[in-house]
Nanobody, 122 residues
Framework: QVQLVESGGGLVQPGGSLRLSCAASGSIFSINAMGWYRQAQAPGKERELV?????????TYLDSVKGRFTISRDNAKNKVYLQMNSLKPEDTAVYYCNAWVYGSSQQLTAYWGQGTQVTVSS
């Protein structure tokens, strides 16, 4: 089994910055891709991909966060980070870490963290 634990969320004013961290632990042979998703707590809002990074460090971003957010990973520590700058109220959401992990059997499985709240408000 694999656990993902996020940290770094909180309350920040518009224009401010936060850095989210996610640490993976457990039965990990290797980690393929890692990413951050978010879900705003409003009716009809679905979980959306914010940023994604492959094991070759290729990245993908949601259009609305390009130029403001940066995803990175530390393969030695099985960690992924999301640096969020110039935050806007519409960035308010629960942010979830995601990882595609190879176990000892070489089976690729997706895991999710429990989520961390990010609130952007004055």
């Amino acid at each position: 089994q694999v656990q993902l634990v996020e940290s770094g969320g909180g309350l920040v004013q518009p224009g401010g910055s936060l850095r989210l961290s996610c640490a993976a632990s457990g039965s990990i042979f290797s980690i393929n891709a890692m990413g951050w998703y978010r879900q705003a707590q409003a009716p009809g809002k679905e979980r959306e991909l914010v940023a994604f990074i492959t094991n070759g460090d290729s990245t993908t971003y949601l259009d609305s966060v390009k130029g403001r957010f940066t995803i990175s990973r530390d393969n030695a520590k099985n960690k992924v980070y999301l640096q969020m700058n110039s935050l806007k109220p519409e960035d308010t959401a629960v942010y979830y870490c995601n990882a595609w992990v190879y176990g000892s059997s070489q089976q690729l499985t997706a895991y999710w963290g429990q989520g961390t709240q990010v609130t952007v408000s004055s």
